[in-house]
């Protein structure tokens, strides 16, 4: 494999522009610096703000070229579609309630996606958008990025490879306690995490319900089939769901159970995964990503690490660093 195939096969990187994320965002930081980590991206253009003023303020401190500073998302869209130079992909990470109209814009104009999640706050609008994308043939990437970890990618391969035999029971929980504190009062202006006119139907599900959910299939292979769940509001005066619990029924007869709450005083971002079957059981914790439990049905538990012994090729594609080092 070349160096860096992007480079290989068109000759320069791929052109990025990006949608929201710009002062304040907690993931637009990041979303950036993940598109340059592996030097296949280059981002040319943005809107980073609703805000034009803001927008092409931040623009230039990202070192964005003067001619390609917009005003709107429809405008740079526009605009460089119409380039020679225009861009390849756009990336979008805007509030949830923004998510359809601007990837729909993108794909309408001939653009791949990389969208936040979640991908719609409705229903309706996830199947008008999984059609556009199928009409188009456009490539439309959903970032669940916790997939990214060589130790949930060797949780999946070790269920494909039937190291765990037939899967019984899942738990998954993904727990945080940013929305613990009953004396922080609502903003005044009720922000897209704050509205549930805009953070969907359920706000701590449209956060991180989805990742767990995600988490499940992705390690698992497996569908949920039936649910009995509650969701609701645990932190007083508050207009959105903070909690969300569950019990599942899978598409091959597993059960599991599922809990999510941004309400957990103290707990700072806890994803965790224990799938188990009839040979054994896997265990990851997001907190200590660099280790996954591995407990067979007879024989000592044993500790899985990235590029350790026992690493499979669906894992060591995903590891940049030889074994033990940060």
């Known amino acids: 494999m070349a160096l860096n195939p992007v480079l290989s096969i068109l000759g320069r990187r791929l052109r990025l522009a990006v949608i929201g994320g710009g002062p304040g965002s907690f993931i637009g930081p990041t979303h950036r610096q993940a598109a340059r980590h592996d030097d296949r991206y280059e981002i040319v253009t943005g809107v980073l703000s609703s805000d034009p003023d803001k927008s092409k303020k931040a623009d230039i401190e990202l070192g964005l070229g003067p001619n390609r500073l917009y005003t709107s998302v429809q405008e740079m ?3 460089e579609a119409a380039r020679r130079d225009g861009v390849d992909v756009v990336a979008i990470m805007t509030p949830d309630d923004t998510h359809y109209e601007h990837s729909m814009a993108a794909l309408s104009l001939g653009f791949d996606v990389i969208c936040d999640k ?3 706050n409705t229903l309706e609008e996830a199947e008008s958008l999984h059609k556009k994308v199928l009409e188009t043939g456009l490539i ?6 916790y997939t990214g970890y060589p130790m ?3 949780a999946k391969a070790m269920v494909q490879e039937g190291e765990l035999g037939t899967i019984r029971l899942i738990q998954v929980e993904y727990v945080q306690g940013g929305k613990a504190d009953e004396s922080k009062p609502m903003p005044e202006v009720l922000t897209s995490k704050y509205d549930p006119g805009r953070s969907g139907p359920s706000q701590v599900m449209g956060q991180i319900g989805n990742h ?3 988490l499940v299939r992705f390690i698992t292979g497996l569908e949920v089939a039936e649910v009995s769940a509650e969701l ?4 007083p005066n508050r207009l959105i769901d903070d909690f969300a619990g569950a019990l599942l029924r899978f598409d091959n007869g597993a059960r599991g159970s599922f809990w999510i709450t941004q309400a957990a005083a103290g707990v700072e971002n806890c994803l965790r995964i224990r799938v188990s079957g009839s040979k054994g059981t896997l265990e990851w914790m997001q907190e200590f990503p660099q280790a996954l439990t591995f407990k067979p049905l007879r024989g000592p538990s044993q500790n899985r690490t990235p590029n350790g012994p026992c690493t499979l090729p669906l894992s060591a594609r995903s590891t940049k660093l030889v074994a033990g080092h940060p």
């Open 212 to 214: 767990a959910h995600n």
């Open 152 to 154: 949930v990618r060797q």
């Open 140 to 145: 439309f990437c959903l970032t669940h990025n």
């Open 77 to 79: 869209l526009e605009a």
């Open 118 to 120: 979640p991908m719609t």
């Open 232 to 235: 609701g509001t645990i932190v």
